[in-house]
């Protein structure tokens, strides 16, 4: 064993530890720095006062360059650069904030110099005035220049290092804990040069994350990225709203520097998704609003335990109902469709992901009875969500026998079917063109609201309706439509400048949808909170700057025309339907008009005959009376009578 001896006490002596912590010190990068900065002081002090000397016609005392006089510049010009922040960052990252810090530095060190050796020592401020003049300046370029130029030379070798390696030069937006935990895995996975953060949080300004510079609000991306050479920009702020998205992808698209972003905290409840897992900026995340606050105890309570069915499953929204009613563990899951692909596709997706499920799948049509009472005999469910529809404005603009046969009858066989077998919820998903419809399918499915409502007051069965307005990415909408388009070249088609919907994104509806479930007690219109409307032509031109074209010079923006039964704007309730806010904050109650039953029923059973026949025009004179709304859009001006309905008391 080694044994030292201990030395003598002593003001000269000091222990191993204390000559470590020197060394420590000596040897620290910032060390060099600011025994080079001290050392650029005195150059710049002594060399201005022996130019000075040469050129000045009086003679300037000899204590100008005395060790008094250096000192005193020493202190005060090294406590003045420290105070201004110069050593928080790196050469390597050396910016104009630094040479603005440097500058500022320089000057009020000056001053205080000046000031200070006049009043110490005893001259003339008027003989200090070329100092004054000519010290800041020089101090200026010497400790400037040599940061940038080590920078210029770092980012040289880097950039030439990284070209042959195939490395990314990253910014990072978001300094937070998610760009925090971002810059970790990008380094452990390689590939990737975190040079900085850009934080829109004051706080953080000149601040280091894991040794990496904060550059800076992220509005400076473009200059930024500009000077730093950067070839991709990462969005890391999951828990961003839709406008703050909007306003930062903007940014990013004004940069012409690619960019990607973070999972969304939604994405990130997955167990497939990681905060390394980088994607594309998608129209979801623009549009989509804050993150839907669920009352997941009372979800839970009313559906674990009980045997759910879902119409339409393989559909957009029956499909995202099928993955989260899955995740809380009802006792069994029934799944009718009648595409066999979207019928195997959630069969397989469900089977692979919850091997627990007791899951069925059913390949049948809702309009046949046979079928419809073969499942809901045989499984007994306790909950029915209904969203089997035909839902494509256009072509049903022109097949009014087909909307009526699904939307109507359909809906008629699965509510009857559960009335008789003692279902204990019955959810019609709807939509906003069921209110004032100038179309088909608004008006089937306004139809399907009205028989609902009158059979909730009949039966045992709870049924409420849940309506909303247009899914973002769901089959057959406008944002598969404009992708397919940007992607053959263009142009994108819209029917009028002026026309907007109401969108929402699949997840949040098909939450909203459960939540609505579980709040009704029979009879409910529950209205979503779909937010403000979305103009169709801003829409197009967020996903042709996506898709990294730039509209009008890229891809065309055309438009052809409103399309008929397609109105400029639609609404979520009807004017005779007061409505008023529910215990949850995205949901609102709408209290709806009600139907006379018997002549309802009546005109529902001659309409049951003419789709037997094919009779479109009796179908269409049908629909007309029992949507007078309908006679607004042109589609029939006959004035025959129409089934009686009122406000609700």
Same mark, same amino acid.
């Given at each position: 064993?080694?044994?030292?001896?201990?030395?003598?006490?002593?003001?000269?002596?000091?222990?191993?530890?204390?000559?470590?912590?020197?060394?420590?010190?000596?040897?620290?990068?910032?060390?060099?720095?600011?025994? &080079?900065?001290?050392?650029?002081?005195?150059?710049?002090?002594?060399?201005?006062?022996?130019?000075?000397?040469?050129?000045?016609? !009086?003679?300037?005392?000899?204590?100008?360059?005395?060790?008094?006089?250096?000192?005193?510049?020493?202190? /005060? =010009?090294?406590?003045?650069?420290?105070?201004?922040?110069?050593?928080? @960052?790196?050469?390597?990252?050396?910016?104009?904030?630094?040479?603005?810090?440097?500058?500022?530095?320089?000057?009020? $060190?000056?001053?205080?110099?000046?000031?200070?050796?006049? /009043?110490?020592?005893?001259?003339?401020?008027?003989?200090?005035?070329?100092?004054?003049?000519?010290?800041?300046?020089?101090?200026?370029?010497?400790?400037?220049?040599?940061?940038?130029?080590?920078?210029?030379?770092?980012?040289?070798?880097?950039?030439?290092?990284?070209?042959?390696?195939? %490395?990314?030069?990253?910014?990072?937006?978001?300094? @937070?804990?998610?760009?925090?935990?971002?810059?970790?895995?990008?380094?452990?996975? @390689?590939?990737?040069?975190?040079?900085?953060?850009?934080?829109?949080?004051?706080?953080?300004?000149?601040? =280091?994350?894991? @040794?990496?510079?904060? /550059?800076? +609000?992220?509005?400076?991306?473009?200059?930024?990225?500009?000077?730093?050479?950067?070839?991709?920009? *990462?969005?890391?702020?999951?828990?961003?709203?839709?406008? =703050?998205?909007? &306003?930062?992808?903007?940014?990013?698209?004004?940069?012409?520097?690619?960019?990607?972003?973070?999972? !969304? /905290?939604?994405?990130?409840?997955?167990?497939? !998704?990681?905060?390394?897992?980088?994607?594309?900026?998608? *129209?979801?995340?623009?549009?989509?609003?804050?993150?839907?606050?669920?009352?997941?105890?009372?979800?839970?309570?009313?559906?674990?335990?009980?045997?759910?069915?879902?119409?339409?499953?393989?559909?957009?929204?029956?499909?995202?109902?099928?993955?989260?009613?899955?995740?809380?563990?009802?006792?069994?899951?029934?799944?009718?469709?009648?595409?066999?692909?979207?019928?195997?596709?959630?069969? #397989?997706?469900?089977?692979?992901?919850?091997?627990?499920?007791?899951?069925? +799948?059913?390949?049948?049509?809702?309009?046949?009875?046979?079928?419809?009472?073969?499942?809901?005999?045989?499984?007994?469910?306790?909950?029915?969500?209904?969203?089997?529809?035909?839902? &494509?404005?256009?072509?049903?603009?022109?097949?009014?026998?087909?909307?009526?046969?699904?939307?109507?009858?359909?809906?008629?066989?699965?509510?009857?079917?559960?009335?008789?077998?003692?279902?204990?919820?019955?959810?019609?998903?709807?939509?906003?063109?069921?209110?004032?419809?100038?179309?088909?399918?608004?008006?089937?499915?306004?139809?399907?609201?009205?028989?609902?409502?009158?059979?909730?007051?009949?039966?045992?069965?709870?049924?409420?309706?849940?309506?909303?307005?247009?899914?973002?990415?769901?089959? $057959?909408?406008?944002?598969?439509?404009?992708?397919?388009?940007?992607?053959?070249?263009?142009?994108?088609?819209?029917?009028?400048?002026? *026309?907007?919907?109401?969108?929402?994104?699949?997840?949040?509806?098909?939450?909203?949808?459960?939540?609505?479930?579980?709040?009704?007690?029979?009879?409910? *219109?529950?209205?979503?909170?779909?937010?403000?409307?979305?103009?169709?032509?801003?829409?197009?031109? &967020?996903?042709?700057?996506?898709?990294?074209?730039?509209?009008?010079?890229?891809?065309?923006?055309?438009?052809?025309?409103?399309?008929?039964?397609?109105?400029?704007?639609?609404?979520?309730?009807?004017?005779?339907?007061?409505?008023?806010? !529910?215990?949850?904050?995205?949901?609102?109650?709408?209290?709806?008009?009600?139907?006379?039953?018997?002549?309802?029923?009546?005109?529902?059973?001659?309409?049951?005959?003419?789709?037997?026949?094919?009779?479109?025009?009796?179908?269409?004179?049908?629909?007309?009376?029992? %949507?007078?709304?309908?006679?607004?859009?042109?589609?029939?001006?006959? #004035?025959?009578?129409?089934?009686?309905?009122?406000?609700?008391?």
């Amino acid at each position: 064993m080694l044994v030292l001896n201990k030395p003598e006490a002593g003001p000269a002596c000091y222990s191993e530890v204390d000559m470590r912590r020197i060394i420590d010190l000596l040897s620290h990068p910032r060390a060099a720095v600011v025994a &080079h900065d001290f050392f650029m002081i005195m150059v710049a002090w002594l060399t201005a006062g022996w130019l000075i000397e040469q050129t000045s016609p !009086t003679e300037l005392s000899s204590t100008s360059s005395t060790v008094t006089g250096l000192l005193i510049v020493l202190v /005060l =010009q090294g406590g003045v650069l420290w105070a201004t922040g110069l050593y928080k @960052g790196l050469w390597r990252f050396a910016s104009f904030q630094d040479m603005w810090n440097i500058a500022r530095a320089c000057a009020f $060190g000056t001053v205080l110099t000046v000031a200070t050796e006049a /009043l110490t020592l005893g001259f003339s401020v008027s003989h200090w005035l070329p100092v004054i003049l000519i010290y800041p300046v020089m101090l200026f370029v010497l400790l400037g220049l040599p940061r940038m130029c080590y920078r210029f030379w770092k980012d040289s070798r880097l950039i030439s290092s990284n070209s042959q390696k195939g %490395v990314k030069r990253v910014l990072i937006l978001g300094a @937070g804990r998610s760009g925090a935990m971002l810059e970790k895995e990008l380094r452990r996975r @390689g590939g990737f040069d975190v040079i900085g953060f850009l934080d829109d949080d004051k706080r953080l300004r000149g601040a =280091q994350v894991h @040794g990496i510079p904060v /550059l800076g +609000s992220i509005d400076r991306l473009t200059r930024v990225g500009l000077d730093q050479q950067v070839d991709l920009a *990462i969005i890391a702020v999951p828990s961003a709203t839709n406008l =703050q998205m909007q &306003h930062i992808v903007e940014i990013c698209e004004l940069s012409e520097i690619e960019f990607r972003t973070l999972p !969304t /905290l939604q994405d990130l409840g997955s167990q497939a !998704t990681r905060i390394g897992d980088l994607k594309r900026v998608v *129209i979801d995340d623009l549009l989509g609003r804050d993150p839907v606050s669920l009352e997941w105890e009372s979800i839970r309570e009313g559906l674990v335990g009980k045997r759910v069915m879902i119409t339409g499953g393989g559909g957009s929204i029956g499909s995202e109902l099928c993955r989260q009613i899955a995740r809380l563990n009802p006792v069994e899951l029934i799944v009718i469709d009648h595409s066999e692909y979207s019928l195997y596709r959630i069969d #397989h997706e469900l089977r692979s992901e919850f091997h627990d499920l007791v899951f069925y +799948s059913v390949l049948g049509d809702i309009c046949d009875p046979a079928t419809v009472e073969k499942v809901i005999g045989e499984y007994r469910p306790d909950v029915i969500f209904h969203a089997a529809a035909y839902k &494509h404005l256009p072509i049903l603009q022109t097949q009014i026998r087909e909307a009526f046969r699904n939307n109507v009858f359909g809906t008629m066989r699965v509510a009857e079917a559960a009335e008789r077998h003692d279902v204990g919820t019955f959810v019609l998903i709807s939509t906003d063109k069921a209110v004032n419809p100038a179309n088909i399918m608004g008006a089937t499915k306004r139809v399907a609201e009205m028989y609902c409502q009158n059979m909730n007051a009949r039966s045992q069965t709870r049924f409420i309706t849940v309506r909303f307005g247009n899914v973002l990415n769901s089959n $057959g909408s406008v944002v598969p439509l404009f992708q397919e388009q940007i992607s053959k070249g263009g142009p994108v088609t819209v029917t009028h400048p002026e *026309i907007s919907r109401y969108f929402m994104t699949i997840s949040e509806a098909s939450q909203l949808i459960m939540q609505s479930a579980v709040l009704g007690s029979g009879g409910e *219109i529950y209205v979503l909170d779909m937010g403000e409307p979305v103009n169709i032509t801003y829409l197009a031109e &967020h996903l042709i700057r996506l898709a990294g074209k730039e509209p009008g010079r890229d891809i065309e923006i055309i438009y052809t025309g409103l399309r008929p039964g397609e109105k400029l704007f639609e609404q979520l309730f009807h004017e005779l339907e007061p409505y008023e806010q !529910t215990t949850h904050e995205k949901i609102f109650l709408a209290h709806p008009r009600e139907a006379n039953w018997d002549e309802l029923r009546a005109e529902l059973r001659k309409s049951e005959l003419a789709v037997r026949r094919y009779d479109t025009g009796n179908l269409q004179k049908a629909l007309l009376r029992l %949507v007078p709304e309908l006679a607004k859009s042109g589609l029939g001006t006959e #004035h025959s009578k129409v089934v009686s309905i009122h406000r609700s008391r």
